[in-house]
């Protein structure tokens, strides 16, 4: 069971040991993780509501939250603070009211002599003008300094949460290889997952999915459409998407071959499979960074003479969202420590030709990475 009572506690030895009397979290991934106020499908028009911008949870030192909904769609957020303890009663913004006034309101309820605010990363310009001119006095910084670190280090019911997310793709998977025949479009593949996602539990998709036919011979530069280019003897297919589960999220990939693999596509595969296990072998708690565990992978499908084919990094951090900080990459330097979870998903992806991936989220131990996925990282055969 997710704790946010203690998630809270802790947030606030934070804010205390960095002089933050406030915190302005909109409705989203970082409010979900301190509260249980489940984070929507965000793929949404802009605008919504009346007060869009001033709405969302207010955290002090030692008051309750407070959270502030525009009154249409308010009840959603009312029903979600009943039962837990930690929220005060929910502040509804009236059409009626200025939400700038109603902010006022609320600020003003918090002592904020001497101590600083940080505000959501991702809050409407409107909303930080909005403080600033509210507390022109005050200093501002971003709560990801305060809350990244936090959502780094996942507890057993956090990774119990994401493997029941690995399970529904692995569901979906095995529905969309039922279905993958010669004549479907990509498309085809996508609703049925999408559709799959959904049957089996997905609260919703954590990113767009996406099946890709790659053929050299037969579609170069990719450039039909994916509910005209149907599915045709030498075609390579690889899959890329995942769900949010209770909250948490899954990212999978995995790639199957529309009748016998060429000897050379054989290879690509070995060494993605090689590269993808180097990496989690290498990724042992307090012994490596992030950037040497892409070091590693990347090594492999060099040394096979693909190396300018792995075009992105190794992997990023995952938990509520499905791209969060730290990121297997060259530019971070980061330790990885037990208790992270990354994706890890080394791929070749050869201009005008075929694709090769292999996808799968991965637990940082003692030992090195451990797979949340019991899915097979087989070449799939279709035909």
Same mark, same amino acid.
Request: net charge negative; with cysteine.
């Given at each position: 069971?997710?704790?946010?009572?203690?998630?809270?506690?802790?947030?606030?030895?934070?804010?205390?040991?960095?002089?933050?009397?406030? @915190?302005?979290?909109?409705?989203?991934?970082?409010?979900?993780?301190?509260?249980?106020?489940?984070?929507?499908?965000?793929?949404?028009?802009?605008h919504n509501a009346y007060g869009d911008w001033a709405v969302g949870g207010y955290i002090g030192l030692n008051e309750g939250v407070i959270l502030t909904a525009p009154r249409m769609g308010g009840e959603y957020f009312v029903s979600?603070?009943?039962?837990?303890? #930690?929220?005060? =009663? &929910?502040?509804?913004?009236?059409?009626?009211?200025? +939400?700038?006034?109603? @902010?006022?309101?609320?600020?003003?309820?918090?002592?904020?002599?001497?101590?600083?605010?940080?505000?959501?990363?991702?809050?409407?310009?409107?909303?930080?003008?909005?403080?600033?001119?509210?507390? +022109?006095?005050?200093?501002?910084?971003?709560?990801?300094?305060?809350?990244? =670190? @936090?959502?780094?280090?996942?507890?057993?019911? $956090?990774?119990?949460?994401?493997?029941?997310?690995?399970?529904?793709?692995?569901?979906?998977?095995?529905?969309?290889?039922?279905?993958?025949?010669?004549?479907?479009?990509? #498309?085809?593949?996508?609703?049925?997952?999408?559709?799959?996602l959904g049957m089996m539990g997905a609260d919703f998709n954590s990113f767009p999915t996406n099946v890709l036919f790659t053929n050299p011979l037969?579609? +170069?530069?990719?450039?039909?459409?994916?509910?005209?280019?149907?599915?045709?003897?030498?075609?390579?297919?690889?899959?890329?998407?995942?769900?949010?589960?209770?909250?948490?999220?899954?990212?999978?990939?995995?790639?199957?071959?529309?009748?016998?693999?060429?000897?050379?596509?054989?290879?690509?595969?070995?060494? &993605?499979?090689?590269?993808?296990?180097?990496?989690?072998?290498?990724?042992?708690?307090?012994?490596?960074?992030?950037?040497?565990?892409?070091?590693?992978?990347?090594?492999?499908?060099?040394?096979?003479?693909?190396?300018?084919?792995?075009?992105?990094?190794?992997?990023?951090?995952?938990?509520?969202?499905?791209?969060?900080?730290? #990121?297997?990459?060259? &530019?971070?330097?980061?330790?990885?420590?037990?208790?992270? %979870?990354?994706?890890?998903?080394?791929?070749?992806?050869?201009?005008?030709?075929?694709?090769?991936?292999? $996808?799968?989220?991965?637990?940082? %131990? =003692?030992?090195?990475?451990?797979?949340?996925?019991?899915?097979?990282? $087989?070449?799939?055969?279709?035909?």
């Amino acid at each position: 069971m997710l704790d946010f009572a203690n998630r809270l506690e802790t947030l606030r030895a934070r804010m205390e040991e960095h002089k933050i009397g406030l @915190m302005f979290l909109t409705p989203g991934a970082n409010l979900f993780y301190l509260t249980g106020i489940p984070h929507r499908d965000h793929y949404r028009t802009d605008h919504n509501a009346y007060g869009d911008w001033a709405v969302g949870g207010y955290i002090g030192l030692n008051e309750g939250v407070i959270l502030t909904a525009p009154r249409m769609g308010g009840e959603y957020f009312v029903s979600q603070v009943e039962g837990k303890p #930690w929220f005060e =009663p &929910v502040r509804i913004i009236d059409e009626s009211e200025d +939400p700038l006034e109603v @902010m006022r309101q609320v600020v003003s309820r918090f002592d904020l002599k001497g101590r600083r605010v940080a505000i959501e990363d991702h809050a409407w310009a409107e909303t930080v003008q909005a403080l600033r001119l509210l507390l +022109p006095e005050t200093e501002f910084m971003m709560a990801s300094k305060l809350i990244a =670190p @936090m959502r780094m280090i996942k507890s057993e019911a $956090e990774l119990d949460l994401m493997r029941k997310a690995g399970q529904i793709c692995d569901g979906a998977l095995q529905e969309a290889l039922a279905r993958l025949q010669l004549g479907v479009t990509a #498309w085809d593949i996508e609703n049925e997952i999408d559709y799959q996602l959904g049957m089996m539990g997905a609260d919703f998709n954590s990113f767009p999915t996406n099946v890709l036919f790659t053929n050299p011979l037969k579609d +170069p530069g990719l450039s039909l459409r994916k509910a005209e280019r149907r599915l045709e003897p030498g075609d390579a297919i690889t899959f890329d998407f995942g769900c949010i589960y209770k909250g948490y999220a899954s990212d999978f990939g995995r790639t199957a071959f529309a009748g016998e693999p060429p000897a050379e596509y054989l290879r690509m595969h070995s060494l &993605v499979l090689e590269a993808q296990q180097a990496a989690m072998h290498a990724m042992k708690a307090d012994q490596i960074t992030a950037a040497q565990a892409n070091a590693i992978a990347r090594s492999v499908i060099e040394k096979g003479g693909y190396g300018p084919e792995f075009s992105h990094r190794l992997g990023h951090g995952i938990g509520v969202t499905v791209h969060e900080p730290p #990121w297997l990459d060259v &530019v971070d330097h980061t330790i990885l420590r037990a208790g992270m %979870t990354f994706t890890v998903e080394p791929s070749i992806r050869i201009p005008n030709g075929y694709h090769n991936r292999v $996808e799968d989220v991965v637990l940082v %131990t =003692p030992e090195g990475g451990v797979s949340l996925y019991g899915t097979s990282r $087989e070449l799939y055969r279709v035909g």
